[in-house]
């Protein structure tokens, strides 16, 4: 009956224990509403048939609502929506009171990732896992806009603020992969914005963080800084907004799009740059390198060739450090598919 | 012509004189605000205090100065519902804020205990700062 | 009562001149149930952050200088008073009076303003700004820019209805000096003060929330 | 009957269609009845551009992947979409167009109180969409109509022009809003008291209140946007200690009790429509005047419920949850006394009728669905899925736009003295209703499925009902501008229509069709409420 009902209604599978709970008051008020629709339509539709028109100029009487009409049509529908209510809110109050054996997981949303950090490690981008069987708080907040945190299949949602925590937990019932989506608008990147939940048999995921945590500890003895706790992607990233003030590039380019000495870096990567003399040219990871090593060779439309040549002063893997700071400057990144696996990154242990 | 309006005018003119009582009261009530302010009271006072003679000022520009007390009906009741519905949004906010989870706002100077017994996360990185 | 002014002022669509009183009373009191609510907007935002900074707006609250809002709430409260005195002449159809009266007001405001301007000015040389322009060390808590962004949104909002106000009455003085209104004619006067009273009734709030907390 | 009918020396004055000529004429009309086509004229335009962008989106839609857009644009259609149809449109359209000819006539006055402020309005409309179509061109905003913060304050779009036009069209609706309130108050004709008024006058009414009341917060929020945005005051900047959840607060304050906004015209109007139809005084006409003024009044105390998974606290989310619950009871009493009317009337099935049937059914399973959402669990789950997208488009196109078809064609003879095809009006509102079903059903099940909103690509598995959804809004599109069609055909080639061809006892038709410049020549006055079809010989008489 719940599976027949579920997959009527176009359901998703039903992942945590809430979920369960939570579809059967589903059934209910959809199955009341349509009820109620087709009583109404029903009723209309009896009217015109009966009481159509058969002449013109027809006389009506009058007819007036009795004191029992009013109760009836103030009491049913209320005493109906009560009733919702009364079972609806305190599933919703169960929602947000995690048990106090839950076990915690800081999830971070930012345009457009999620990232989750365990307490004593790992981390990991786009790729929850959790126990099966067990409560999961999550300790939600924010990089830069409110991102919503949504599992379908859990039928959990709960919105991540900026500067802000807020809380939700779960409890999977059964190994299994579940879809995150970000459910609140947060700019282009909002649709591919994308995760997923993996619920692993409980002694699996405690063998699985406790690999993780010798793997950490290995990776911080070979840590160039301690402290240093970017996912792999940020660490590059953030090497080459490093490298690129300390090579002094800043001082004539800008990242925030306004135009300086140079062309700024904002939205550079993958954009058609039209060169003086006429001809346009892809940005790509090459012409970023060209620029650099011979920036004479290709000037672009406007700009005085006044940019220095970085040849023999920059190896190369500092070169690629400031090319992957510089795609990371696009504002419209969209990931292409959904979750790219985990990248689990050191954390400070205690 | 008779109109099935509501009375439009009601009561006549007044002299001059209530006006300029009502501006000594005023007065009187400005200073007692500001003396009552040097009292340090603690603090859900402080704010009653203000707020009873703000509104009692209010209320005495409302009657006398704006004639709410010569016109009744439908003036008076778009006054009440403004204010009762300015009271309403400003009343469900704070009470939104007072009982939300903890770290949903920013943190206060009593420190607070989680129920769940966890720590208060690291403070969050707030919005990214602009490159 | 003048006959012709009767014919002049009664619109077509209206039956009578009490009716049609009675409706720009009405479309007023509406108006400034908007203007009230307006303002509550920014009310949310001050009782909302007053909670949850209480301390740090108690301390900020220091920094801005009681004796002008002080000064200022009385200045208000007499150009009210003076208001309320030139309809009271209009309405007996001192025209003249009523102008001088309306003057009176029109200069009340000025006083207003210009003492407003001096706080802004110091607000300003001592960076106490709202939001990103805060630059004032003095009090780094956190919250004190919000205080001072509030702040100037309150008062800066008022100031404009204040500056709003103003020109309505000079308009009033200038027609209530030709002569335009009667015992049987002066409705734009009695919505013209009931606007300037709604600016007064604004600050009565604004003075002990912002400066006396 | 009181209030004289249409006497024949005032059937051939000219109407106030042909009294003054040239374009001057209506531009500075003063005239409610010419204020209420030109809004007709700048709604309809409205509506067509947001139906542009709604038929943009379901393209884009067809297909998982991209299909005629990137990201940044379908961002920017779905929310000059919403702005469009929710701001240019929705609150205004029945208020203005409908409300603005009609109130008046209704209740035997000769103009608005304020006719002045009334052009105003027109013109401050014009403003609102002039700077919204600059918004456009400057590459137009992409928040979505919600604009939540802090995206709206960080975006690089350019928001500012899109954030003035809703203050500059929120002053126009508090306009209208004050200058009704007052015209009710003041200038219904003599005999004609508050239990007489029709049911149309009291939901405008109530409509008015609304907007009177809610329409400044919105105003000052989307200020306070605006200087954020340009200044970074920090008021929703949580980095500056500012709340991002305020900005949600302010917004759906105005914005819940704005839906009311929306779907009490359209209530009004098909009040009007079910009893002209089915020739029957309103059952319960007391319980549906008043239940107008509960909408009004509980609509301000529900906003929370678009804060469920926000953060917004478990207990305030129980407050506004279970007062939503009460909310509902209102619309529930009209929608019984409606179809109650029905009962032993002389039911005429023609198309504002069955647009009337279409609307009776979409407003009870949008409103229970909205009600459902209200289930505080159950909208964890539904939050920003399609399935908020469906219920709200259930009530505002399933419900409001079928009742500005109806009130369009219930008073086309009464507003330009033109009939159209009656057979042609039949077979759009077939196509309406069932291409509205085939767009909006399926948007439930992918609601249900856990489609978020406001997805530019999907996964593959939302395939096919995205396709039906598309297919369906095809059929709906091709149905309005058939409606179009026999419309404007109707003005140029037309049949001059009866003065009263429903035989409606409503008192705009004691006017004749179209009135005269001067509504009415002397004062009328009114011995009994509208919509009384019962006494032999004045059905004879109306005959
Ligand atoms: C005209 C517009 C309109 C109207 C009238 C309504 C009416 C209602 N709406 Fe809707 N709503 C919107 C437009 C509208 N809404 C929009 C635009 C949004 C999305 C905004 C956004 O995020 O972009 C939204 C979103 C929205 C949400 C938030 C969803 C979310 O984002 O998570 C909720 C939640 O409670 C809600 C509830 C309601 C309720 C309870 C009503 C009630 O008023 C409904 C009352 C009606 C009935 C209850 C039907 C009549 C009942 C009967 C006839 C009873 C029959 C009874 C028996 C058989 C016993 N609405
Ligand atoms: C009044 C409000 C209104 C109306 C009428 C509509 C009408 C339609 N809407 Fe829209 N919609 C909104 C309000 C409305 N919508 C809002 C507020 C949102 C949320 C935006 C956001 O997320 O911020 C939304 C979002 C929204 C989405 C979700 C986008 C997303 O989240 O990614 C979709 C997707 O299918 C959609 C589709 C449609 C369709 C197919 C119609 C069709 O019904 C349109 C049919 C109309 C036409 C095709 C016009 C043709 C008309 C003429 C040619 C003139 C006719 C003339 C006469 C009748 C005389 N709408
Ligand atoms: Cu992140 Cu949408
Ligand atoms: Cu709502």
Same mark, same amino acid.
């Given at each position: 009956?719940?599976?027949?009902?579920?997959?009527?209604?176009?359901?998703?599978?039903?992942?945590?224990?809430?979920?369960?709970?939570?579809?059967?008051?589903?059934?209910?008020?959809?199955?009341?509403?349509?009820?109620?629709?087709?009583?109404?339509?029903?009723?209309?539709?009896?009217?015109?048939?009966?009481?159509?028109?058969?002449?013109?100029?027809?006389?009506?009487?009058?007819?007036?609502?009795?004191?029992?009409?009013?109760?009836?049509?103030?009491?049913?529908?209320?005493?109906?929506?009560?009733?919702?209510?009364?079972?609806?809110?305190?599933?919703?109050?169960?929602?947000?009171?995690?048990?106090?054996?839950?076990? !915690?997981?800081?999830?971070?949303?930012?345009?457009?990732?999620?990232?989750?950090?365990?307490?004593?490690?790992?981390?990991?981008?786009?790729?929850?896992?959790?126990?099966?069987?067990?409560?999961?708080?999550?300790?939600?907040?924010?990089?830069?806009?409110?991102?919503?945190?949504?599992?379908?299949?859990?039928?959990?949602?709960?919105?991540?603020?900026?500067?802000?925590?807020?809380?939700?937990?779960?409890?999977?019932?059964?190994?299994?992969?579940?879809?995150?989506?970000?459910?609140?608008?947060?700019?282009?990147?909002?649709?591919?914005?994308?995760?997923?939940?993996?619920?692993?048999?409980?002694?699996?995921?405690?063998?699985?963080?406790?690999?993780?945590?010798?793997?950490?500890?290995?990776?911080?003895?070979?840590?160039?800084?301690?402290?240093?706790?970017?996912?792999?992607?940020?660490?590059?990233?953030?090497?080459?907004?490093?490298?690129?003030?300390?090579?002094?590039?800043?001082?004539?380019?800008?990242?925030?799009?306004?135009?300086?000495?140079?062309?700024?870096?904002? !939205?550079?990567?993958?954009?058609?740059?039209?060169?003086?003399?006429?001809?346009?040219?892809?940005?790509?990871?090459?012409?970023?390198?060209?620029?650099?090593? !011979?920036?004479?060779?290709?000037?672009?439309?406007?700009?005085?060739?006044?940019?220095?040549?970085?040849?023999?002063?920059?190896?190369?893997?500092?070169?690629?450090?400031?090319?992957?700071?510089?795609?990371?400057?696009?504002?419209?990144?969209?990931?292409?598919?959904?979750?790219?696996?985990?990248?689990?990154?050191?954390?400070?242990?205690? | 012509?008779?109109?099935?309006?509501?009375?439009?005018?009601?009561?006549?003119?007044?002299?001059?004189?209530?006006?300029?009582?009502?501006?000594?009261?005023?007065?009187?009530?400005?200073?007692?605000?500001?003396?009552?302010?040097?009292?340090?009271?603690?603090?859900?006072?402080?704010?009653?205090?203000?707020?009873?003679?703000?509104?009692?000022?209010?209320?005495?520009?409302?009657?006398?100065?704006?004639?709410?007390?010569?016109?009744?009906?439908?003036?008076?009741?778009?006054?009440?519902?403004?204010?009762?519905?300015?009271?309403?949004?400003?009343?469900?906010?704070?009470?939104?804020?007072?009982?939300?989870?903890?770290?949903?706002?920013?943190?206060?100077?009593?420190?607070?205990?989680?129920?769940?017994?966890?720590?208060?996360?690291?403070?969050?990185?707030?919005?990214?700062?602009?490159? | 009562?003048?006959?012709?002014?009767?014919?002049?002022?009664?619109?077509?669509?209206?039956?009578?001149?009490?009716?049609?009183?009675?409706?720009?009373? /009405?479309?007023? &009191?509406?108006? /400034?149930?908007?203007?009230?609510?307006?303002?509550?907007?920014?009310?949310?935002?001050?009782?909302?952050?007053?909670?949850?900074?209480?301390?740090?707006?108690?301390?900020?609250?220091?920094?801005?200088?009681?004796?002008?809002?002080?000064?200022?709430?009385?200045?208000? @409260?007499?150009?009210?008073?003076?208001?309320?005195?030139?309809?009271?002449?209009?309405?007996?159809?001192? #025209?003249?009076?009523?102008?001088?009266?309306?003057?009176?007001?029109?200069?009340?405001?000025?006083?207003?303003?210009? /003492?407003?301007?001096?706080?802004?000015?110091?607000?300003?040389?001592?960076?106490?700004?709202?939001?990103?322009?805060?630059?004032?060390?003095?009090?780094?808590?956190? #919250?004190?820019?919000?205080?001072?962004? @509030?702040?100037?949104?309150?008062? #800066?909002?008022?100031?404009?209805?204040?500056?709003?106000?103003?020109?309505?009455?000079? &308009?009033?003085? #200038?027609?209530? &000096?030709?002569?335009?209104?009667?015992?049987?004619?002066?409705?734009?006067?009695?919505?013209?003060?009931?606007? &300037?009273?709604?600016?007064? /009734?604004?600050? @009565?709030?604004?003075?002990?929330?912002?400066?006396?907390? | 009957?009181?209030?004289?009918?249409?006497?024949?020396?005032?059937?051939?004055?000219?109407?106030?269609?042909?009294?003054?000529?040239?374009?001057?004429?209506?531009?500075?009309?003063?005239?409610?009845?010419?204020?209420?086509?030109?809004?007709?004229?700048?709604?309809?335009?409205?509506?067509?551009?947001?139906?542009?962008?709604?038929?943009?989106?379901?393209?884009?839609?067809?297909?998982?992947?991209?299909?005629?857009?990137?990201?940044?644009?379908?961002?920017?259609?779905?929310?000059?979409?919403?702005?469009?149809?929710?701001?240019?449109?929705?609150?205004?359209?029945?208020?203005?167009?409908?409300?603005?000819?009609?109130?008046?006539?209704?209740?035997?006055?000769?103009?608005?109180?304020?006719?002045?402020?009334?052009?105003?309005?027109? =013109?401050?409309?014009?403003?609102?969409?002039?700077?919204?179509?600059?918004?456009?061109?400057?590459?137009?905003?992409? $928040?979505?109509?919600?604009?939540?913060?802090? =995206?709206?304050?960080?975006?690089?779009?350019?928001?500012?022009?899109?954030?003035?036009?809703?203050?500059?069209?929120?002053?126009?609706?508090?306009?209208?809003?004050?200058?009704?309130?007052?015209?009710?108050?003041?200038?219904?004709?003599?005999?004609? %008291?508050?239990?007489?008024?029709?049911?149309?006058?009291?939901?405008?009414?109530?409509?008015?209140?609304?907007?009177?009341?809610?329409?400044?917060?919105?105003?000052?929020?989307?200020?306070?946007?605006?200087?954020?945005?340009?200044?970074?005051?920090?008021?929703?900047?949580?980095?500056?200690?500012?709340?991002?959840?305020?900005?949600?607060?302010?917004?759906?304050?105005?914005?819940?009790?704005?839906?009311?906004?929306?779907?009490?015209?359209?209530?009004?109007?098909?009040?009007?429509?079910?009893?002209?139809?089915?020739?029957?005084?309103?059952?319960? =006409?007391?319980?549906?005047?008043?239940?107008?003024?509960?909408?009004?009044?509980?609509?301000?105390?529900?906003?929370?419920?678009?804060?469920?998974?926000?953060?917004?606290?478990?207990?305030?989310?129980?407050?506004?949850?279970?007062?939503?619950?009460?909310?509902?009871?209102?619309?529930?009493?009209?929608?019984?006394?409606?179809?109650?009317?029905?009962?032993?009337?002389?039911?005429?099935?023609?198309?504002?009728?069955?647009?009337?049937?279409?609307?009776?059914?979409?407003?009870?399973?949008?409103?229970?669905?909205?009600?459902?959402?209200? $289930?505080?669990?159950?909208?964890?789950?539904?939050?920003?899925?399609?399935?908020?997208?469906?219920?709200?488009?259930?009530?505002?196109?399933?419900?409001?736009?079928?009742?500005?078809?109806?009130?369009?064609?219930?008073?086309?003879?009464?507003?330009?003295?033109? %009939?159209?095809?009656?057979?042609?009006?039949?077979?759009?509102?077939?196509?309406?209703?069932?291409?509205?079903?085939?767009?909006?059903?399926?948007?439930?099940?992918?609601?249900?499925?856990?489609?978020?909103?406001?997805?530019?690509?999907?996964?593959?598995?939302?395939?096919?009902?995205?396709?039906?959804?598309?297919?369906?809004?095809?059929?709906?599109?091709?149905?309005?501008?058939?409606?179009?069609?026999?419309?404007?055909?109707?003005?140029?080639?037309?049949?001059?229509?009866?003065?009263?061809?429903?035989?409606?006892?409503?008192?705009?038709?004691?006017?004749?069709?179209?009135?005269?410049?001067?509504?009415?020549?002397?004062?009328?006055?009114?011995?009994?409420?509208?919509?009384? =079809?019962?006494?032999?010989?004045?059905?004879?008489?109306?005959?």
């Amino acid at each position: 009956m719940n599976d027949l009902l579920r997959r009527l209604l176009f359901l998703p599978e039903q992942g945590s224990e809430y979920a369960r709970s939570v579809d059967f008051l589903h059934y209910f008020v959809i199955i009341a509403t349509m009820l109620g629709a087709t009583a109404v339509f029903a009723a209309a539709a009896f009217f015109v048939v009966r009481y159509r028109r058969r002449r013109e100029g027809e006389v009506t009487p009058r007819v007036e609502p009795t004191a029992f009409h009013e109760v009836v049509f103030v009491g049913l529908p209320l005493v109906l929506f009560l009733s919702w209510f009364a079972i609806g809110f305190p599933q919703y109050v169960s929602l947000q009171t995690p048990p106090r054996d839950a076990m !915690d997981v800081y999830v971070q949303g930012k345009k457009w990732m999620w990232q989750f950090a365990y307490p004593g490690g790992p981390n990991s981008t786009d790729v929850l896992r959790v126990p099966a069987g067990r409560p999961v708080r999550l300790l939600l907040t924010s990089r830069d806009v409110i991102h919503s945190f949504f599992v379908p299949a859990f039928r959990l949602k709960q919105d991540a603020l900026p500067g802000r925590y807020t809380q939700t937990w779960f409890k999977a019932t059964e190994p299994g992969r579940h879809q995150v989506f970000c459910a609140e608008y947060c700019g282009v990147g909002h649709s591919a914005m994308l995760g997923e939940v993996v619920v692993m048999k409980a002694e699996e995921f405690d063998a699985w963080v406790a690999e993780q945590r010798r793997g950490l500890v290995q990776a911080q003895d070979s840590a160039p800084a301690p402290g240093e706790t970017f996912d792999v992607r940020g660490s590059l990233q953030e090497q080459g907004r490093k490298l690129a003030s300390e090579y002094g590039c800043f001082g004539c380019h800008s990242v925030d799009g306004a135009q300086h000495i140079g062309p700024t870096w904002r !939205d550079l990567y993958g954009k058609t740059e039209r060169l003086e003399g006429g001809k346009t040219v892809r940005v790509d990871e090459a012409y970023i390198t060209r620029s650099m090593m !011979d920036p004479r060779a290709e000037v672009v439309a406007g700009y005085q060739p006044v940019m220095p040549t970085f040849q023999g002063r920059v190896p190369a893997p500092e070169v690629a450090a400031i090319v992957e700071f510089i795609k990371s400057l696009r504002t419209d990144v969209v990931a292409a598919e959904p979750s790219k696996g985990p990248i689990y990154v050191p954390v400070p242990s205690k | 012509m008779a109109h099935a309006t509501e009375s439009a005018h009601r009561g006549k003119a007044h002299g001059a004189g209530r006006y300029v009582a009502v501006w000594v009261a005023l007065l009187v009530l400005t200073a007692l605000t500001y003396a009552v302010r040097r009292y340090d009271m603690q603090e859900p006072w402080h704010l009653v205090s203000a707020l009873l003679i703000a509104v009692t000022k209010a209320t005495l520009v409302a009657l006398v100065f704006m004639h709410l007390w010569d016109h009744g009906g439908a003036t008076r009741l778009a006054v009440l519902t403004s204010v009762a519905f300015a009271a309403l949004l400003i009343g469900l906010v704070l009470v939104d804020n007072a009982t939300r989870f903890p770290y949903a706002n920013p943190p206060r100077a009593a420190s607070y205990q989680d129920p769940a017994g966890a720590p208060r996360p690291p403070a969050p990185a707030g919005r990214a700062p602009a490159h | 009562m003048p006959p012709e002014g009767q014919a002049t002022f009664l619109q077509h669509h209206f039956p009578d001149a009490p009716t049609q009183e009675h409706a720009a009373r /009405l479309g007023m &009191w509406l108006f /400034l149930a908007t203007e009230v609510l307006l303002f509550t907007a920014l009310f949310t935002g001050y009782a909302l952050y007053r909670y949850l900074f209480s301390e740090t707006f108690h301390a900020a609250s220091k920094y801005i200088e009681t004796s002008v809002g002080l000064t200022n709430t009385v200045v208000l @409260i007499t150009s009210s008073l003076t208001v309320a005195l030139a309809l009271h002449a209009a309405r007996q159809g001192q #025209g003249r009076r009523a102008a001088a009266l309306l003057a009176a007001t029109l200069a009340f405001g000025g006083v207003f303003m210009v /003492l407003k301007g001096f706080e802004y000015h110091h607000h300003f040389v001592t960076g106490q700004l709202p939001g990103r322009f805060y630059a004032f060390a003095e009090l780094a808590a956190p #919250g004190a820019a919000m205080f001072f962004t @509030i702040y100037f949104l309150m008062t #800066g909002l008022h100031g404009l209805h204040v500056l709003i106000g103003m020109g309505v009455l000079g &308009w009033l003085a #200038g027609r209530a &000096w030709r002569g335009d209104f009667s015992p049987a004619y002066h409705t734009p006067v009695e919505l013209g003060g009931l606007y &300037w009273h709604l600016v007064d /009734l604004i600050w @009565i709030f604004l003075f002990p929330l912002l400066y006396l907390i | 009957m009181s209030p004289s009918p249409a006497s024949d020396a005032a059937a051939s004055a000219p109407s106030y269609l042909t009294a003054d000529r040239g374009m001057g004429s209506w531009l500075t009309t003063r005239d409610h009845k010419r204020i209420g086509v030109m809004f007709l004229v700048l709604t309809l335009t409205a509506f067509a551009l947001g139906g542009l962008f709604a038929m943009l989106i379901r393209l884009e839609l067809l297909t998982p992947g991209p299909t005629i857009m990137d990201a940044m644009t379908y961002n920017r259609m779905f929310s000059l979409h919403g702005i469009v149809m929710i701001f240019l449109f929705m609150i205004p359209a029945i208020p203005t167009v409908f409300g603005n000819f009609f109130l008046p006539l209704m209740i035997g006055a000769q103009d608005v109180a304020f006719p002045r402020l009334n052009l105003a309005t027109v =013109y401050m409309y014009c403003l609102g969409l002039g700077l919204a179509v600059y918004g456009m061109i400057q590459g137009g905003s992409d $928040t979505g109509w919600t604009f939540y913060t802090p =995206y709206s304050t960080t975006t690089t779009a350019v928001v500012w022009p899109v954030l003035l036009a809703g203050f500059v069209l929120g002053m126009s609706s508090i306009f209208t809003g004050i200058n009704f309130i007052v015209t009710i108050h003041t200038l219904r004709a003599p005999g004609l %008291t508050w239990m007489r008024l029709p049911i149309f006058v009291w939901s405008m009414y109530a409509t008015s209140v609304i907007q009177v009341l809610a329409t400044p917060v919105l105003g000052m929020t989307l200020l306070l946007v605006a200087v954020e945005n340009v200044f970074g005051f920090g008021i929703f900047d949580a980095a500056r200690g500012g709340d991002p959840v305020l900005f949600q607060h302010l917004f759906w304050f105005y914005s819940h009790p704005a839906v009311y906004i929306m779907i009490l015209p359209a209530m009004a109007v098909m009040s009007e429509v079910v009893q002209a139809f089915s020739r029957k005084n309103m059952f319960g =006409y007391k319980a549906v005047a008043m239940s107008s003024l509960g909408i009004a009044f509980v609509g301000f105390f529900v906003w929370g419920h678009h804060l469920f998974t926000s953060g917004q606290s478990t207990f305030a989310s129980g407050i506004f949850g279970v007062l939503t619950m009460f909310v509902g009871i209102f619309t529930a009493i009209k929608v019984f006394n409606w179809t109650a009317t029905m009962y032993q009337g002389s039911i005429n099935f023609s198309a504002p009728f069955v647009y009337f049937l279409g609307f009776l059914f979409f407003l009870v399973f949008g409103g229970m669905t909205g009600i459902a959402l209200a $289930t505080v669990s159950l909208d964890v789950h539904w939050q920003d899925t399609y399935f908020v997208v469906a219920h709200f488009h259930f009530i505002m196109v399933g419900s409001t736009i079928m009742a500005f078809l109806a009130a369009l064609h219930y008073w086309w003879p009464k507003m330009f003295g033109k %009939t159209y095809s009656e057979r042609w009006a039949l077979v759009a509102a077939v196509m309406v209703i069932l291409g509205f079903i085939f767009t909006f059903v399926p948007l439930f099940l992918l609601g249900n499925m856990g489609m978020p909103r406001r997805y530019y690509s999907y996964p593959e598995r939302f395939w096919p009902l995205n396709v039906a959804a598309t297919a369906g809004a095809s059929v709906l599109a091709m149905g309005l501008v058939v409606v179009l069609i026999y419309l404007v055909v109707s003005l140029v080639w037309g049949r001059r229509s009866a003065p009263n061809p429903w035989g409606s006892r409503g008192f705009e038709w004691n006017t004749p069709s179209p009135p005269g410049k001067e509504n009415f020549p002397e004062t009328p006055t009114f011995t009994h409420g509208p919509h009384e =079809y019962q006494t032999p010989d004045e059905v004879k008489h109306a005959a």
